[in-house]
């Protein structure tokens, strides 16, 4: 089967961000993955699919009366021990930042992400410990979120300030 058929399926029906978003809310570590895998699926399909991944997020947000549509990314980053999974949630970090359509958006999101935890150093350090002793596809997944974040944060320096 075709995976446009299915993105496209999910696009169209406003229903699945509920689905989505309540298969969430499980210990099962498998089934999540599975759901920020297609949700990066989604971000990288169209604007269409990176509205539903966000709406899946809003969500669950409000699902858990959390404040931050993040949280449960940055939560699950802190408590994952599986490598495949760390990796899975920091690609869909990646996704969510490069889709979105505009540098105030990424802004607006590095700094949600920011906001959801007391410590992002400590997570992204955890993170890295965890992927140390993977292999280079996984230890470039880390890499890329970290350049993302820095280049996002150049980008702003630039905007703010007038640096040419």
Do not use: W
């Amino acid at each position: 089967m075709d995976s446009r058929i299915g993105l496209d399926y999910i696009v169209e029906n406003r229903d699945y961000i509920s689905k989505l978003g309540t298969a969430l809310d499980t210990n099962n570590v498998v089934v999540k993955k599975q759901v920020f895998e297609l949700l990066s699926a989604l971000c990288a399909y169209n604007a269409d699919g990176y509205a539903r991944a966000i709406e899946t997020l809003e969500f669950y947000k409000n699902l858990k009366n959390e404040r931050y549509r993040f949280k449960i990314v940055i939560n699950e980053l802190e408590k994952a021990t599986s490598v495949d999974y760390q990796v899975a949630l920091l690609a869909f970090i990646n996704c969510v930042i490069i889709s979105a359509t505009n540098l105030q958006d990424r802004i607006r999101i590095r700094n949600e992400l920011i906001g959801a935890t007391k410590y992002p150093k400590i997570v992204i350090a955890n993170v890295e410990y965890n992927l140390a002793a993977t292999d280079s596809h996984e230890r470039q997944a880390i890499a890329y979120f970290n350049q993302g974040l820095i280049q996002l944060m150049f980008q702003q320096q630039v905007e703010i300030h007038g640096i040419d």
